[in-house]
């Protein structure tokens, strides 16, 4: 069964930062794809940006292009969304996500989802 733990968020101000973390049990970490969704109040949850199993490709909703930067240890069976210049618009509850692929596939939904790690920025 595979288990996803977020860690890292927290309240900051807006154009501040913030990293969050993953850590994920299981199975085989290196062999999946990995991603980061959100879900702000009364909205649906959106995809935020995904990583394949290898790290070396990486995909972002376009609202955090160049400001979100993920990654990925694979010996750590660790997945890492690095939050810079935040917005009030970035506040939702994010989650962490494995796919049961090793690329990112757009179109699919990834089945394992982390309970979640509430971030909030002020204006």
């Known amino acids: 069964q595979v288990q996803l733990v977020e860690s890292g968020g927290g309240l900051v101000q807006a154009g501040g930062s913030l990293r969050l973390s993953c850590v994920a049990s299981?199975?085989?970490?290196?062999?999946?794809?990995m991603g980061w969704f959100r879900q702000a109040p009364g909205k649906e949850r959106e995809f935020v940006s995904a990583?394949?199993?290898?790290?070396?490709?990486?995909y972002y909703a376009d609202s955090v292009k160049g400001r979100f930067t993920i990654s990925r240890d694979n010996p750590k069976n660790t997945v890492h969304l690095q939050m810079d210049s935040l917005k009030p618009e970035d506040t939702a509850v994010y989650y962490c996500?494995?796919?049961?692929?090793?690329?990112?596939?757009?179109?699919?939904?990834?089945?394992?989802w982390g309970q979640g790690t509430q971030v909030t920025v002020s204006s």
């Open positions: 299981g199975r085989t970490f290196s062999n999946y794809a």
């Open positions: 996500a494995g796919y049961n692929t090793m690329y990112y596939i757009a179109s699919s939904s990834p089945p394992n």
């Open positions: 990583v394949t199993y290898s790290g070396r490709s990486t």
